[in-house]
T-cell receptor, first 116, second 112 residues
């Protein structure tokens, strides 16, 4: 149980275009979803937290107009990287957490974004 | 706002116990310690978590010092498939929910 999927697994796009990444909880309802970014050989950095039906809460230094997050249902959250630039190239990972008593986050497999 | 420090890398012989340390000297009384591992280019996998008591499950044991300023993850019989980056995480309360603060991770290499 507790499977989280992401789509696509890998995407290459041109500079200036927008890219949407989907995160789905397959076998549980995710009250909260999280988006992380990971640069090569570095740790995961939290970008934002989203609760279903609410606006996302962004971490300091993360541009909310550039990284649009939508959490429209209890099983789906999307991250849209708008006007992508080469410096946005990274590994984007989502995680999801259901309700108590389970407290841990379950992570998706990640999406590798390359902006040319 | 890193709350944990870990050694950058460790080696362990196959079949032996792997002991991965983590310092979290600024942890608050109600903040949990979580451990995950990440195999190359995949999402992190949950291992174990605890608050102040030692914990054990089918994957590992977690030993937390009495003052809660450090902890050790123990993989009792390491296999080659345990080669991964292991993250020690503090879970903090933030704006009505809980979020993870990841450490820098320890790259564990299990040697045949």
């Amino acid at each position: 149980g507790a499977v989280v999927s992401q789509h696509p697994s890998r995407v290459i796009c041109k500079s200036g275009t927008s890219v949407k990444i989907e995160c789905r909880s397959l076998d549980f309802q995710a009250t909260t979803m999280f988006w992380y970014r990971q640069f090569p050989k570095q740790s995961l950095m939290l970008m934002a937290t989203s609760n279903e039906g609410s606006k996302a809460t962004y971490e300091q230094g993360v541009e909310k107009d550039k990284f649009l997050i939508n959490h429209a249902s209890l099983t789906l959250s999307t991250l849209t990287v708008t006007s992508a630039h080469p410096e946005d190239s990274s590994f984007y990972i989502c995680s999801a957490r259901g309700g108590l008593p389970v407290t841990e986050q379950f992570f998706g497999p990640g999406t590798r974004l390359t902006v040319l | 706002d890193a709350k944990t420090t870990q050694p950058t890398s460790m080696d362990c012989a196959e079949g032996r116990a792997a002991n991965l340390p983590c310092n979290h000297s600024t942890i608050s009384g109600n903040e949990y310690v979580y451990w995950y591992r990440q195999i190359h280019s995949q999402g992190p996998q949950y291992i174990i978590h605890g608050l102040k008591n030692n914990e054990t499950n089918e994957m590992a044991s977690l030993i937390i010092t009495e003052d809660r300023k450090s902890s050790t993850l123990i993989l009792p019989h390491a296999t080659l498939r345990d080669t991964a980056v292991y993250y020690c995480i503090v879970r903090v309360a933030s704006r009505g929910t809980y979020k993870y603060i990841f450490g820098t991770g320890t790259r564990l290499k299990v040697l045949a």
